[in-house]
């Protein structure tokens, strides 16, 4: 039974941008568009596109309003990106995952998957006939991915990876300039994407897959590029003072040690539910991770461990070394305090300062989680 292969879940993302009074992200580019898609429309639409819908826009009357905006944004894809634009076929996906969740939103809890999966075909052919009547001339052409599997537990987690792609330099910059804030401000959305990134980037590489389709260069967006520009200095000083650094370091971590995923894992789930019409909930279920041993699991690579281990030498630094430098400066100040006040201080005395807390004295270096993390990479 397909509930038993996806009882127990174990990777969820939730919708960050659902708390925007906390979290300002409209200033990122995958939000803008986004954004516009799902806005209202008082656009008139060419009735021939209503050709062979008479049934769904008598039985669903939400329909007419969908297609006005399927029309719409249509548009949005075709004009808005420049051909320069690296993340033009980022924007087609949006639209897909755009017209599933507004059909998933109407249809999940009444039909079944078959019918979900008709309306969505019906909807896919006004979509070609707009592209082919309004948009034959350009360049691109943003038709109806049929590869795309009508699953939102997929379509979501490739939503987050290619967000993450497109929001990277934005955020990028906003990291480097700002660490402090900026921590803050983005670790809802680096716990979203960042598990994301890592369970389906290796995918990136094979051909005809998903991600491959949609992003020509993924490993431009390596998280690591991030962490190698931040201050050291500035993280070390700052860094008791922030627990978010450490909570963004186990983000990165419990992505590594993620299962990876491929698009066979879906296209087998997408199989069982046709076959069994299972349960409507299962449908948007995330997938659980692939097991070693199931012809679904990818081994871990051993590469890009850089910013593991700049992590590991920042809270090194701050928790065996900083305490030492500090106290022999601060050992030096009042050396040369004293000294002007009158008194004079010996080395012996320094010494003695030096060596009093024998607290300071001890190894932090978690080498049990380290065990544990490394033991995750194949």
Known sequence: MLLIIIKNITFHTDDIYADNNTFDFDHLPSYKFYEQLTEDTSESINSKYYNGLNDLTTKYLWINDLLKKLRRNIALVQDKHDFDDEFIKKGCFDLHYWLHKEVFHHLQSKERFSEIKHVISKLKDVWKDVIDTEFSNDEYKCYPDEKLYSHMGFLQEIKDLFDFFED?????????????????????????????????????????????????????????????????????????????????????????????????????????????????????????????????????????LKYYFMWRRIVYLYENVFPYILLVIGAFIIFYIMKKLGPNINYEDIKLLNDSDESLD?????????????????
């Open 362 to 378: 001890t190894n932090s270096d978690d080498s049990s989680y380290q065990l544990s993390y490394a033991s995750s990479i194949k």
């Open 168 to 304: 990277f330099r934005v955020m990028k910059k906003e990291i480097v300039d700002d660490t402090f804030n900026s921590c803050s401000k983005y670790f809802k959305y680096i716990k979203q994407r960042i598990p994301a990134y890592y369970v389906w980037r290796d995918t990136c590489k094979v051909e005809g897959s998903t991600c491959k389709r949609y992003i020509d260069n993924y490993m431009k967006y390596h998280p690591a590029s991030i962490a190698s520009e931040l201050n050291y200095f500035t993280v070390i000083l700052t860094y008791a003072y922030k627990p978010c650094y450490n909570d963004v370091y186990r983000v990165f971590v419990d992505g590594k040690r993620r299962h990876k995923r491929q698009d066979a894992l879906y296209q087998e789930i997408m199989e069982k539910i046709e076959l069994e019409e299972a349960e409507q909930d299962l449908l948007s279920a995330r997938a659980a991770d692939a097991t070693p041993g199931s012809r679904l699991y990818i081994k871990h690579d051993k590469s890009r």
